[in-house]
């Protein structure tokens, strides 16, 4: 029987631009205080803001998946928020930038994701790592 996350990734074709969008602005928005420390980033305020050439249900949605997937780190989850703030992004959220951040590079991977029938976020980001990485060599 498919897991919860395969299910939903089923129902809901993964647009990677979208996906690969949010990881990037993520990325970008991450600011550490004086200390060091990553001050928390509003899943909502990202989507209205940053990512409002996509709809906020599919940003959120996907900013879930990818949670659950471990690929975003999560934060503090607060009782009026449908999400819990970000806090930092995994290795395999960095890699995947690293991996795809250039945009020729990009377009020679994103075909190559879109014809694999990937049954979760975290399969098709790291097969993105792989492709991305063999284009850099």
């Known amino acids: 029987m498919p897991s919860t996350e395969e299910r939903s990734f089923s129902k809901m074709r993964p647009d990677i631009d979208c996906l ?19 001050i928390p980033i509003n899943p909502v305020k990202l989507a209205q803001s940053a990512l409002s050439q ?3 249900n599919e940003v959120l949605y996907w900013i879930r998946k990818l949670i659950d997937s471990n690929i975003i780190i999560p934060g503090k989850k607060y009782i009026n928020e449908p999400l ?7 290795i395999s959220g960095y890699q995947f930038i690293e991996a795809t951040k250039n945009t020729s590079i990009w377009e020679k ?9 990937s049954s979760s976020v975290s399969l098709l980001i790291k097969e993105a790592i792989e492709l991305g ?5």
């Open 133 to 137: 990485t063999n284009f850099i060599a």
């Open 84 to 90: 819990p703030a970000i806090r930092d992004l995994s």
């Open 20 to 38: 690969r969008n949010i990881l990037i602005t993520i990325s970008n928005n991450l600011i550490p205080d004086d200390y060091g420390n990553i």
């Open 109 to 117: 991977v994103k075909p190559k994701l879109l014809s694999l029938a």
């Open 54 to 56: 996509y709809p906020q």
